[in-house]
């Protein structure tokens, strides 16, 4: 089945309605559509002319929704190259001028600190291959390296049983939901 495509609908904005194709990989579980319509529903509030980034990126389900609904610039950050070629084609296909890429992992993007001039982050999607491990860090590291806002707002999707006690003290969790294996929550970055 490696060679197998698969496909997520953008729901709203200037590309409701348009698929976006990814391939099959082992670990590669899109944001289902209930989860996104929910999650952006949340968002409609904090997209208009935003900056995003969509760390572990796979399908590119939540960047190339945020772009659809009006955010200004997102990076999307992913480091296998089979999903950065099905991203560029994506991009390409939907003329997305708005969205970057880079192939990269999310830990390595995370080790560079923010450079004066750079934009900061309105809105982060961290939504890891479950099991990996790897929230955790990612967490610690997006608010040490000074790549947030100062009022940034993060969503975070994980495997319904694991225990957030790591998250930085000023993230404060605006929303939660759960369904199934899966738990979504939004999160305010408070200035400490």
Known sequence: MAGKENKVRII???WGGRKIAF??????RPTTDPIRETLFNWLQAYLPNAHCLD????????GFEAASRGAQHVLMVERESR???SLRNNKELLQAETIQLMQRPAEDFLRT????????FDVVFLDP???HGALAECCRSLEESGWLADEAVIYLECERKLDLDFLPSN????????TGQVAYYLYHRELT
């Open 23 to 28: 391939p099959s990989i082992d670990g590669l």
């Open 113 to 120: 600190k923010h450079k004066s001039g750079e934009p900061r």
């Open 12 to 14: 709203a904005g200037q």
């Open 83 to 85: 999903i950065i070629k």
């Open 171 to 178: 993230w404060q969790q605006h929303r939660s939901k759960s």
């Open 129 to 131: 291959p479950f099991r």
């Open 55 to 62: 760390l572990y990126a796979g399908s590119g389900a939540l």
